[in-house]
């Protein structure tokens, strides 16, 4: 689970946080960089968690390019976790996150299709923040169709829609002002069947270790056809000069890289 400065953050699936792979961090130690693993039609939420809360903190999510949710988390408040489970439409309804399959088009004439504003992402950013009064204004969000032109898709195959309203429990916006960012997460997610074929997974079942040794053997035999001939006992001193210089030969200079 990638942390930052005591703030660490996830997805979760069915209550229970998705696995991360690769996590790499920028040189400032500012944001962390994962791969998370998705299946269509699952509802997802992203979290993170600031155990100590000596600050107050705004959380931002963005989804596929598109600014989705921001939520508060006050220095009395009694939980220190943060969930962000899609986008708002009103003071009590919101629509979850669902990871959905994109829709592959061959149109040329789509160019606006070409590049894709980041499908198959999820930022949250986490910035000290300071409360102002409650508003009444609520923006509309709402994602995109997931069409992606073939060539321009680089393994992007999912991308996130939004579920039927929920009823949630009644909350009104409030205005901040946003003081220092602390932190940034990315996720980036994609089948696992990609994730394993691009090596950022580790394959479940990898080739036995006895199987790979008799690989290389059957390799070295068809380098050298003598080569059996030399486990056969120590009596063919003029035969073992003549493999050795063959394979001189052979392979002299044949040396094969987050409103």
């Given at each position: 689970m990638p942390n930052i400065g005591g703030f660490s953050c996830w997805i979760q699936v069915d209550g229970k946080h998705l696995t991360e792979y690769k996590i790499e961090y920028s040189v400032d130690g500012t944001q962390a960089t994962c791969w998370v693993p998705s299946e269509v039609g699952k509802e997802f939420q992203i979290c993170y968690c600031d155990p100590v809360r000596i600050l107050t903190t705004g959380s931002r999510v963005t989804v596929d390019g598109i600014r989705c949710s921001s939520k508060i988390l006050s220095t009395r408040h009694p939980r220190s976790t943060v969930t962000h489970i899609g986008v708002t439409t009103t003071?009590?309804?919101?629509?979850?996150?669902?990871?959905?399959?994109c829709q592959?088009?061959?149109?040329?004439t789509l160019e606006s299709?070409?590049?894709?504003?980041?499908i198959g992402e999820v930022i949250l950013v986490i910035h000290e923040v300071r409360l102002h009064s409650r508003s009444s204004k609520r923006k509309a969000v709402d994602l995109p169709p997931l069409?992606?032109?073939?060539?321009?898709?680089?393994?992007?195959?999912?991308?996130?829609?939004?579920?039927?309203?929920?009823s949630r429990r009644r909350k009104q916006p409030?205005?901040?002002?946003?003081?220092?960012?602390?932190a940034a997460f990315v996720f980036r997610y994609r089948p696992l069947a990609v994730l394993m074929a691009d090596g950022i997974v580790p394959s479940p079942n990898p080739l036995p270790r006895k199987l790979l040794s008799s690989t290389e053997d059957f390799i070295d035999l068809t380098l050298d056809d003598d080569e059996p001939r030399r486990s056969r006992g120590k009596g063919r001193s003029s035969v073992k000069m003549e493999i050795k210089e063959e394979r001189t030969t052979i392979f002299d200079g044949s040396i094969i890289d987050l409103t």
């Amino acid at each position: 689970m990638p942390n930052i400065g005591g703030f660490s953050c996830w997805i979760q699936v069915d209550g229970k946080h998705l696995t991360e792979y690769k996590i790499e961090y920028s040189v400032d130690g500012t944001q962390a960089t994962c791969w998370v693993p998705s299946e269509v039609g699952k509802e997802f939420q992203i979290c993170y968690c600031d155990p100590v809360r000596i600050l107050t903190t705004g959380s931002r999510v963005t989804v596929d390019g598109i600014r989705c949710s921001s939520k508060i988390l006050s220095t009395r408040h009694p939980r220190s976790t943060v969930t962000h489970i899609g986008v708002t439409t009103t003071d009590t309804t919101t629509r979850p996150f669902i990871f959905s399959s994109c829709q592959l088009l061959d149109d040329d004439t789509l160019e606006s299709l070409n590049n894709p504003p980041a499908i198959g992402e999820v930022i949250l950013v986490i910035h000290e923040v300071r409360l102002h009064s409650r508003s009444s204004k609520r923006k509309a969000v709402d994602l995109p169709p997931l069409q992606i032109h073939e060539r321009a898709k680089k393994g992007i195959v999912h991308g996130t829609q939004l579920g039927e309203e929920v009823s949630r429990r009644r909350k009104q916006p409030r205005k901040t002002t946003r003081l220092r960012e602390l932190a940034a997460f990315v996720f980036r997610y994609r089948p696992l069947a990609v994730l394993m074929a691009d090596g950022i997974v580790p394959s479940p079942n990898p080739l036995p270790r006895k199987l790979l040794s008799s690989t290389e053997d059957f390799i070295d035999l068809t380098l050298d056809d003598d080569e059996p001939r030399r486990s056969r006992g120590k009596g063919r001193s003029s035969v073992k000069m003549e493999i050795k210089e063959e394979r001189t030969t052979i392979f002299d200079g044949s040396i094969i890289d987050l409103t």
